[in-house]
């Protein structure tokens, strides 16, 4: 039976307030998860992924978990521990007690962050976008936490069958507001599209997907994405004309330029608390 009550984790941030919005219409009753309180949802569970206790309360009885709870950007290593290394492992044991039979990980293009970006005229040939199964390359302690996540879903897979999708999110915001977002971008309504798609489609083992519009400018195989049932209606093109006359064309002599993860190689935006 499809996934109807889901733990949505990190649900106070960026993403997780645009999935509060957007999911429901697929039919999901949303449970509520962040380390802050949520304005105006006094049922939201305020815990910390440190908390075991409370996550293992939290897990109890839903179909299925989206995990975005975490730091989404760079910082300490200690952090990085405590939050996402540790913390996904917390949720992820929670879940397994409590016989949960999917996890949706929010991973992020960071663990793949020092790939070298495709260079040449978008479209790319199907056989020049990075694959999902490229040998991980985090660009960051917060990218190889992502990396951990992955692997730790492959291993509760084999060794306990607990489901999970991992997604590479590229960047999901309202807008792309740089260049190279013009090929990562996925918009609000395309990522609803595909963590539905990821919460529901069957047989999914531990698979790893790409997590973006059907771009023009994409560098990324989207196939296992779409073999869960995804289709992107979103393309970031409308924006590049926009963006690259305000920003110039990425380029490919920038190390900051030059990799999947951006400015991320070279210059990653600090986590801030
Ligand atoms: P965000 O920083 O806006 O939200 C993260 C949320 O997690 C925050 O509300 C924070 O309070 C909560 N959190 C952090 N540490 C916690 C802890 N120890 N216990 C409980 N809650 C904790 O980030 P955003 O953009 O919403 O991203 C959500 C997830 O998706 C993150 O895991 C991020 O790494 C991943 N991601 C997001 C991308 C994007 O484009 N927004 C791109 C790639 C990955
Ligand atoms: C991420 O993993 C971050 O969480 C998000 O804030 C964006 O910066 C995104 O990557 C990106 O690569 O643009």
Redesign the pocket.
């Known amino acids: 039976p499809a996934p109807r009550t889901v733990l949505l984790?990190?649900?106070?941030?960026?993403?997780?307030?645009l999935m509060r919005g957007l999911l429901p219409a697929y039919g999901y009753d949303l449970r509520l998860?962040?380390?802050?309180a949520i304005p105006g949802e006094p049922d939201a569970i305020t815990?910390?992924?440190?908390d075991r206790g409370a996550l293992r309360e939290a897990v109890r009885g839903v179909d299925a978990v989206l995990?975005?709870?975490?730091?989404?950007?760079e910082s300490t290593f200690d952090k990085i521990l405590?939050?996402?290394i540790e913390?996904t492992y917390n949720l992820y044991e929670a879940a397994r007690e409590e016989g949960v039979a999917r996890v949706v990980f929010?991973?992020?293009?960071?663990a793949v962050g020092f790939t070298p970006r495709p260079q040449g005229e978008a479209p790319l040939e199907p056989d020049a976008l990075i694959p999902v199964d490229t040998p991980r390359r985090p660009d960051t302690f917060?990218g190889l936490s992502?990396s951990f996540g992955e692997d730790l879903a492959q291993f509760y897979w084999d060794k306990y069958g607990l489901e999970s999708v991992s997604v590479?999110?590229?960047?999901?915001?309202m807008e792309p507001t740089s260049v190279r977002m013009l090929s990562i971008w996925?918009s609000p309504g395309d990522g609803a599209r595909l963590f539905h798609a990821a919460l529901t489609a069957e047989g999914v083992g531990h698979t790893v997907v790409y997590?973006s519009s059907a771009n023009t400018r994409l560098w990324w195989d989207l196939s296992s994405a779409r073999a869960l049932g995804y289709e992107p209606r979103d393309d970031s093109e409308q924006y590049a004309e926009k963006l690259i006359a305000e920003q110039g064309e990425l380029d490919p002599d920038d190390p900051g330029q030059s990799y999947l993860g951006g400015h991320f190689t070279t210059n990653p935006p600090v986590?801030p608390y």
């Open positions: 984790t990190g649900a106070a941030g960026g993403l997780g307030t998860l962040d380390a802050r815990a910390d992924l440190g995990h975005l709870a975490g730091i989404s950007l405590r939050a996402n913390g929010a991973s992020s293009n960071h917060y992502k590479r999110i590229g960047s999901c915001f996925m997590g986590w």
